[in-house]
């Protein structure tokens, strides 16, 4: 609830304070749901976005999801205020439209900023192993480093301590020695 109160505050709707999406809600519920003005400042956005190859920033990524979240959430209140079934169902079937518009943005995006940080959440997954075991060894190196004559010799120790190749171990030693860290 809190990041929908949030995303009504970072829309500038009239209102402020706790409580901000019940206000929004009940705004929309007292009739002032309007699916087709949304629609068409929803389209005025994508033309914005769209316009004379423009590139989107992660703000105006941003702006625009809240749009087509904000379109949808007018539409879902029409369909409950709609005078017949057939009616409700098309404001449902516009609104779950947008929400796969949303997620085709959030999720495949073609905007370069949008996918290098789903790149860099995806990397960071995939190599906080790897980050635990170079802890391991440089907290293991720092507790032994007296043992050893060289930079070598501690890495051919690290890569039978861990599962990691001497290369590795020995360029992560290297660069703990020359920081200075070691007491």
Do not use: C
């Not at 929309?28 to 400042?41: F, I, P, S, T, Y």
């Not at 959430?73 to 079937?93: F, N």
């Amino acid at each position: 609830m809190h990041e929908l109160d949030q995303f009504a505050a970072d829309f500038n709707v009239g209102r402020n304070g706790p409580g901000l999406l019940d206000s929004l809600l009940q705004h929309l519920l007292d009739g002032a749901a309007d699916g087709d003005l949304m629609l068409d400042r929803l389209q005025a956005e994508v033309a914005r976005t769209l316009a004379n190859g423009y590139s989107m920033t992660k703000e105006d990524g941003y702006k625009l999801i809240m749009t087509i979240i904000l379109t949808a959430l007018h539409l879902a209140v029409q369909a409950l205020q709609a005078r017949s079934d057939a009616e409700a169902y098309d404001y449902l079937s516009d609104a779950r439209y947008l929400r796969g518009y949303a997620d085709g943005i959030i999720y495949s995006g073609n905007d370069a900023l949008v996918r290098a940080d789903f790149a860099r959440l995806g990397a960071k997954g995939r190599h906080a192993e790897t980050e635990g075991i170079k802890e391991r060894i440089l907290t293991w190196y720092a507790q032994n480093h007296g043992e050893f004559k060289s930079v070598d010799a501690a890495a051919r120790a690290a890569s039978k301590q861990e599962p990691i190749v001497f290369t590795t171990a020995r360029k992560w030693i290297a660069e703990y020695k020359k920081s200075n860290k070691l007491q």
